[in-house]
């Protein structure tokens, strides 16, 4: 059997969460232009997550699935597996609890509470956990399989202390190099790809134009990373070209942090 590391990102039938806007249907944008099947997961954005299916066309499915609820996880997986007559090989976690990136609204560390912090644990390392857990036996079936888990450079420089988003990321760090130990012998890669603020996105809308432009003054490319330009480093995984890398963080903001 060949191991999925070694065929082309057009083989894969790659799933998405948090699919339907903003990030995440860059990235649907992205495996679907690659000739990949899609796999669009939405929580609320039902409309959304239809009219970019319609628009990427036959390659795309949409299922509907709260990342936190194992059985409605396992459900998505077996639903898309039987649509596409293959098991899902690649798995995007790019879904995030309900957040807004406004440093004047965010908790500080006199008020921040424990409910904000399993908040976004619960959703950013509990749904990719299940997530994963669900799709690691179509993944051996098939002979192995890539997870990529979107990040935050947040951890590495916490210009702007959103506590709780921020930690629950760091957690999801240490889940991707553990899990890539513990998965590689089935030809399992895990990565993370991190970014920083991307121009622009849903969570992103609250952030003013002046932050923007000082981020970008700050960057050896002086710009701010697009949602597409971040999406296409997500293909890197995807691709044979990534076939020997597992465990690693990359970080794409233009070069503001050096990882």
């Avoid at 065929?7 to 990949?36: D, M, N």
């Avoid at 994963?132 to 590495?156: C, D, F, H, K, S």
């Avoid at 990534?242 to 465990?247: Q, Y």
Wanted: hydrophobic share 45%.
């Amino acid at each position: 059997m060949v191991r999925m590391s070694a065929v082309p990102t057009s083989e894969h039938v790659v799933l998405v969460t948090g699919g339907a806007r903003g990030l995440g249907a860059h990235i649907v944008s992205a495996v679907a232009a690659q000739g990949a099947r899609v796999v669009i997961n939405y929580r609320r954005s039902r409309d959304a997550a239809l009219a970019l299916a319609e628009k990427v066309g036959d390659r795309a499915f949409v299922v509907g699935a709260d990342i936190t609820d194992r059985d409605a996880v396992h459900h998505m997986i077996d639903t898309a597996a039987k649509h596409f007559n293959a098991p899902v090989t690649a798995v995007v976690n790019n879904a995030l609890p309900d957040y807004s990136f406004n440093g004047d609204k965010r908790s500080h560390a006199d008020d921040l509470t424990w409910r904000e912090l399993d908040t976004q644990l619960h959703g950013i390392v509990g749904g990719a956990l299940t997530t994963i857990q669900a799709a690691l036996p179509g993944m051996r079936e098939a002979g192995g399989g890539r997870v990529i888990n979107i990040g935050t450079n947040l951890v590495q420089n916490p210009v702007v202390p959103y506590h709780d988003y921020t930690a629950a990321k760091a957690a999801l760090l240490a889940l991707t190099r553990t899990l890539s130990h513990d998965l590689g012998p089935d030809g399992i890669t895990v990565n993370m790809v991190s970014g920083g603020l991307l121009r622009t996105t849903d969570a992103s809308a609250a952030t003013p134009e002046a932050v923007f432009d000082a981020i970008a003054a700050s960057t050896p490319l002086r710009s701010v990373t697009t949602p597409a330009e971040f999406a296409d480093a997500v293909l890197f995984f995807l691709s044979p070209w990534s076939r020997a890398v597992t465990g690693q963080n990359l970080v794409v903001d233009g070069g503001l942090v050096k990882n």
